[in-house]
Nanobody, 120 residues
């Protein structure tokens, strides 16, 4: 069984920063791409950023230049550094690893989500 555990969410004022972490644990082989998604009330889950195992990144236009995704392959951990936060960044942030090799084959995993609230 594989678990993705997020941490680092919380309440921050507009213009502030937060750093999210997501660590994979359990029994598995290699993890390829990892990413962050977010979902606000009444909206669909949307892509925030992705990163390949080799470090190539992709960002949504809404966060480009403010957020930075990174990973530590040795620790099976992905990070999301969020700067210049805006109220519209308020959402539950989910970690995703769409291809993890386990004894049952390739599987897609999601974390439980961590709340980020940007407000005065």
């Amino acid at each position: 069984q594989v678990q993705l555990v997020e941490s680092g969410g919380g309440l921050v004022q507009p213009g502030g920063s937060l750093r999210l972490s997501c660590a994979a644990s359990g029994s598995f082989g290699v993890i390829y791409a990892m990413g962050w998604y977010r979902q606000s009330p009444g909206k669909e889950r949307e892509l925030v950023a992705t990163i390949t195992r080799g470090g190539s990144t992709n960002y949504s236009d809404s966060v480009k230049g403010r957020f930075t995704i990174s990973r530590d392959n040795a620790k099976n951990t992905v990070y999301l550094q969020m700067n210049s936060l805006k109220p519209e960044d308020t959402a539950v942030y989910y970690c995703n690893a769409p291809r993890i090799w386990t004894t049952t084959g390739w599987n897609n995993y999601w974390g439980q989500g961590t709340q980020v609230t940007v407000s005065t």
